[in-house]
């Protein structure tokens, strides 16, 4: 496994580059053979001696307590790829969710160790906690702590339950809407309507950097290889294989049959791919859009597909993927990745601003503003500087992809963007990433499955969706701390459903940008 890319980070963010680190390089390693490792002595050598990863002294270091230790071990079982994890740029640690103090393995050998035992003969490396009235406190905590989040377990359950009923009730209403016309996803494109599309997947290139992306690549193989249980024997569909990937990913983590389908030309490369792989009496490939094909099997247990782009929605190919659950997905089966959030913040960048805008007041000493006009509307993908950031993120929309329907991917959302800067400053811009589970935290408290997660935006490993950015045609004042609202509205473009239109309205200011 090679070091991933930490260039990006703030160096204030020392702490967490430390961490992201431990993770990226040794856990899925360690996880994976945790599994195995019974004896809590063998697994302390294994990690110490394979992964360079000592539990003594990250005790030691960050001065864990019972309840610290406990929490650690969880994290540390139930996160494979934590590229990205967002939360490490902000909390000190990234096991401090109390969601960690629920095992992910049941009778946990490490979990019935007592932390300051295996500090044991090298001395006490406990501060606080090394009380044993303390300890017995801490863990008393933890069994009440425990308890609540299976309360909690049952809680969701029922609320999907209810979910699901009002969801029964959306799909009756949708089909009468989408018998009068009215729907506007993918599904309805003509096939020569959507050529141009399919075209674009069909040179190697594209491809090509997407499998370069290793936090959207090894997130998906992650979560493949270090949840065997959840594949084996199943029979899964990849929507829109593209190289074939994903579905090989899936044959070589137990799926008794894997069913891959892509419209585009790149399909007859998979199907070379598939075979020189010899996983050609596992992987069906099929040539067509899943909307106008028919597969060789009436259900599937699991659908994989990697669907997201900018802006997570731009190109629409959720919809297929919608589209493919509701006609073929089993009962009980699921989707995944299972679940994302949008979220948007500011970015203050005068000089950038000018340079995009201003630009046009002076060419060469000729007028030509009316080029803002153009300018202005068309969002730009791109990587921002951590340091032009002058905002907390907010999360503008959350997507669970084994409930959501096609009519909830056109959204209205009011927000609010509190401003970090210390000084009073100017908000030239605002900027969009995204934050994908391909498997969330209740789903894999729930399954035991590990979790696995990246995010695209900017204080983290870039990928190659960037940043998808749209400037204010004139830039806004805010005070420190101030909380500038606003609204956000998404909608498909009629015309072109894969692409978008994201309406602002900021101050008493109203613009429409399109994605295209
Ligand atoms: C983002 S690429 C992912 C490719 C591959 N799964 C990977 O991870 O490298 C999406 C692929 O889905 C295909 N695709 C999109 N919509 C589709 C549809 N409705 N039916 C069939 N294929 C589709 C595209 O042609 C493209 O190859
Ligand atoms: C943020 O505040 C610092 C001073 O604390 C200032 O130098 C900087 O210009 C401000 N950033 C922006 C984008 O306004
Ligand atoms: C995703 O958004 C929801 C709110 O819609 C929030 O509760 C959750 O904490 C967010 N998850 C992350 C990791 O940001």
Known sequence: MEPAELSCFPSSCAHSQRLIHMATYCLPVCLLFFRLLSSVKATLQHCTAEHQVNLVDLIRKYNLDDYGYIKMINFIRSTVSIYDYIHFLYAPLPWESEDFLQPVLQDDPLLQTDPEELCGSEGSCLASGADPHNALVHRAQAAEERARSSEEALARAMDDLHKLKVLAQGLVLNAETSRSGTLGGVAELREDEDEAYFSSYGHYSIHEEMLKDKVRTESY????????????????????????????????????????????????????????????????????????????????????????????????????????????????????????????????????????????????????????????????????????????????????????????????????????????????????????????????????????????????????????????????????????????????????????????????????????
């Not at 049959?257 to 998979?270: C, F, L, P, R, W």
């Not at 493919?324 to 009980?332: E, K, N, T, V």
């Not at 989707?335 to 979220?343: A, G, M």
């Open 221 to 516: 193989r992650d979560f493949m290889y270090s949840n065997p249980e959840v594949f084996r024997d199943k029979v899964v569909l990849d929507v829109g294989c593209g190289t074939g990937i994903l579905s090989m990913f899936a044959a070589q983590a137990g799926a008794k049959k894997v069913i891959a389908v892509d419209q585009s030309e790149i399909i007859y490369q998979a199907m070379d791919i598939v075979r020189s792989n010899q996983l050609e009496d596992k992987i069906t490939l099929i040539k067509g859009r899943i909307e106008d094909i028919k597969l060789p099997v009436e259900k599937v247990d699991i659908i994989i597909s990697e669907w997201m782009g900018y802006f997570l929605l731009f190109e629409s190919m959720l919809d297929s993927v919608l589209y493919a659950r509701d006609l073929y997905l089993a009962d009980g089966g699921s989707v995944y990745p299972d679940l994302c959030n949008i979220s948007l913040a500011a970015v203050g960048d005068v000089q950038k601003h000018q340079d995009r805008i201003a630009f046009w007041d002076d060419v060469y000493g000729f007028n030509m503003a009316c080029m803002k006009k153009a300018v202005v509307p068309e969002a730009v993908v791109e990587v921002l500087k951590a340091d032009t950031l002058i905002s907390e993120p907010t999360v503008i929309q959350t997507i669970d992809c084994n409930r959501v329907c096609l009519s909830e991917l056109e959204f209205s959302s009011d927000f609010h963007l509190k401003i970090t800067n210390t000084t009073d400053c100017t908000v030239s811009q605002i900027y969009t990433y995204w934050l994908l589970f391909i498997c969330s935290l209740s789903t894999c408290y729930t399954k035991r499955n590990n979790i696995v997660m990246f995010s695209t935006g900017p204080q983290v490993t870039k990928t190659h969706w960037k940043q998808t950015v749209f400037l204010l045609e004139k830039p806004v004042s805010v005070q420190a701390g101030e909380e500038l609202q606003g609204k956000i509205t998404v909608r498909k473009n009629k015309k072109d459903p894969r692409s978008l239109w994201v309406t602002f309205e900021l101050r008493d200011r109203k613009q429409t940008y399109s994605l295209q």
